[in-house]
Structures are given as C-alpha cells and as structure tokens.
C-alpha cells in the first residue's frame, strides 16, 4: 500500500514497502525544460550534472567513492518538467545516500574549475545528440509538433545558449527551483519506516518551502507541418505524428491500444507493412508518450531507410491508419494486442522501479489516473473503441519530419 506525508515545507514522501533484497529512492524535482527562460535553456540539464560534484560535505572523488563503498547504483535524467535522482541500494545503505544526495541538492555555490569542466562534458553531450540521426531527428519533431510553446526548447539546451551560461545563472536557477514545494521523493522496498522519516525530516525537511512551478496550459491543436534536413548520415530517418492528451484524458486507453495495434510487437501492423513486406528500415515502431503535464504526443517512426521510398513510406502508414478508421480490426488481432499489453503491464508492476517511478510520477503531474490499476482499462477496450479514438487523433494535420542523407 503507498503511503503519502507531506512535509510542513511541503515536500511529498510517497512510500511502499516490498520484501525485496534491495530498495529504490526517487527524488523528483518539477523542474525542467519547458520552466527555463530561452537564455537559461539546459539549465537543468545542467544542474542535474552539477549535483554530482564537490559540495561542502565532500570532493567530487569522495562523493563517488562513498556512492561505491555504500553499494549503491545512482543516476539521474531530466526531462521537459523535471528533473530526477536516483538510487538503488542496499536498505542499510538508504540513510547515508539519503544525506549524499541532500547535501548536493542543496548545494548552491559550484566550484569554479569544476563548472568549467561539466560545462565542456555538457557541450560535448549536446553535440553528441545533434551528431546521432535518430536523436536529432527525435528532439526536432517534438520541437516542430510543438512549435512556438515551451516544449519547443530542447532538454539539453542549445549550443549557443550553454556556451553563454555563467556559473552565477546555474546557481540562482537551482536556488529558485530546488524547494520543497517542488520535490518529491519516492522511497519503494525494504526499508525502516520510522528511521526513514526521520532522515527526511533531519534533511529534507529543512528545505525552504518556495514556490511550485506551474506549467502554462498548452492546446492539443494540430496543424500539418512538413520539416526536411539534411544529415549527416548514410540513410532517411522519419517520424509522423501529433498532439494528443496525456495519460489523465479519458481517451489516453484508446489513445494506448492505436500504438499497441500498430506496433505492438513483431507480429503488429507497422513491422509487418513497413519492414516485412516492404523491405523499408530496419527499426520502425509507432509511440505514445506524456511530455509534460498536459501535453502527449503520438507517433510512427522509421530509422534507417532508403530516401527515395519517402512517399511509399507515408502512403503505408496512412493506409494503416485508415485501416483502424473503417473497422480493420479482426476480435483475434484485438485479443492478442490486450494480451501482450497485460503481460508487460504485470512485468512492471512486479518492479520495484516502475512502482517508484510512478507514485513519484503521480506527485509531480498532479495525475488523477492510477496507472497500477491499468489492466483494468485494457481489459475493457474494444474495437467500438479504437475506431473512434483512430478517427479523432489520426488525421491529415500530423506533424512529418524528415532528416534525408547530404550526400
């Protein structure tokens, strides 16, 4: 059972215990891209890196000697709206990484050479996703479906603007950011209730309250959108899609079964038609995500495929689409998508990752949708269902982007 306490700072502390080996901590926090200013662009890409170095308490080298000694596997991400740490580790391990972690989220003063360093790892990173086809082309149609809104300004920040950021503007963002009303951690495994809140009150606890980022409301409007580059690479990558509603909507199931039909495994329509039949790309696949808190995207992608069969790679997937519009779906194909869909549901809920990640998850978006309780929104899909939701989401203002080879 998850258990939620909300600190008088207002910090959140979901917890649910597991008798399990090992335990995971989550600490998220709302900030991301789409809360930086166009000159602040990748500042919390930035400072995602920045938590890792030397802080009052200890050197960088010492911090990741104790994250080792401890045995404890760490990491962190950020994504449009937020910003996430962490740790899977031994239970009797959790106090101490508890305080690791507090001391590098409250750090605010850098150490000069060490920014210097992190911001040529940080360029060197952002130049790596522009010099990979699929990253590029991926991090452009998002860009592009969601042109002239906060979504638009990429997680890593820009060349230009990393380049200009000081060490002075990566600490006055974290230090606006990372309060308590923005943070919430997620505790999931074997661990000591008591002493747990504890350590969170001991550290935590004794964060300032601050103010809680909000994310401007933008429409789930499309518009046909056609964007061609040119790349360095030996072969055409594709992606085709639009703005939909996130997992709140009460279409985010149908919305889920039109990717689970098109590619939903090997046996599912786009491999078939695109890669089996046709011979076109090696890796095709079809997606439905949630960016931000009000703001999904669903789309078909192809990497790797020859140029010259663009058109006859479009004409196939907006044939597919217009399959699921006029009722091609057999109560067969239907059966074995929810199959696969309510396998890979109870593999993820068996770990303790995927529980963390969502009661964190839940906290931040401020979701109503219980999504441990998803098997039974499968169960109840029909094919009424997907043909409604393929008629609604699935029409001709998609966004199509297009990276063709130079040569």
Not at 91 to 99: K, M, R
Not at 115 to 123: D, G, N, P, Y
Not at 322 to 351: G, I, P, Q
Request: aromatic residues 12%; contains cysteine; charged residues 35%.
């Amino acid at each position: 059972m998850v258990k939620r306490k909300e600190l008088k700072n207002r910090l959140v502390l979901v917890t649910e215990k597991k008798n399990t080996k090992y335990v995971m901590l989550l600490i998220g926090i709302n900030v991301g891209s789409i809360h930086e200013s166009n000159n602040l662009n990748g500042a919390s890409h930035f400072n995602e890196h920045m938590v890792f170095k030397t802080n009052k308490h200890r050197s960088y080298k010492q911090l990741l000697e104790d994250f080792e000694r401890l045995g404890a596997k760490v990491n962190a991400y950020t994504a449009y709206d937020r910003t996430v740490f962490w740790a899977k580790s031994l239970p009797e391990s959790l106090n101490e990484i508890i305080d690791i972690y507090y001391e590098g989220i409250t750090n605010f003063e850098y150490v000069e050479s060490e920014f210097r360093k992190e911001k040529e790892v940080v360029l060197t990173e952002a130049r790596m996703y522009m010099d990979d086809p699929k990253s590029f082309i991926d991090d452009l149609f998002i860009s592009s479906l969601y042109k002239s809104t906060p979504l638009e300004k990429p997680i890593i920040g820009e060349l230009k603007t990393l380049k200009r950021m000081k060490k002075g503007d990566l600490e006055k963002f974290k230090k606006e950011n990372y309060v308590a009303s923005n943070t919430v951690i997620g505790v999931v495994g074997k661990f000591d209730e008591k002493s747990l809140e504890k350590k969170i009150l001991e550290t935590f606890g004794k964060i300032r309250k601050g103010k809680k980022n909000k994310i401007p409301p933008i429409k789930i409007e499309n518009k046909k959108r056609l964007i061609e580059k040119r790349i360095d690479a030996a072969q055409a990558y594709l992606y085709l899609g639009y703005r939909v509603p996130t997992y709140d909507s009460e279409d985010w199931c149908k919305i889920f079964f039109l990717k689970e039909i098109l590619y939903g495994g090997m046996s599912s329509r786009l491999f078939q038609s695109l890669r089996e039949e046709k011979g076109i790309g090696y890796s095709v696949g079809c997606n439905y995500i949630d960016l931000a808190e009000n703001s999904g995207c669903f789309y078909v992608y192809i990497d790797g495929f020859d140029a010259k069969r663009k058109d006859e790679a479009i004409d196939t997937i907006l044939k597919e689409f217009k399959k699921l519009k006029e009722n091609f779906v057999s109560d067969d194909e239907l059966e074995r998508r929810k199959k696969v869909a309510l396998f890979k549901f109870y593999e993820n809920v068996s770990k303790i990752e995927y529980i963390a990640e969502e009661i964190v998850d839940r906290e931040l978006t401020n979701r109503k949708l219980n999504l441990f309780k998803k098997d039974k929104f499968i169960k109840k899909i029909n094919k009424k269902h997907i043909i409604e939701a393929a008629n609604k989401y699935l029409n001709d203002d998609f966004t199509l982007v297009i990276g063709y080879p130079k040569n």
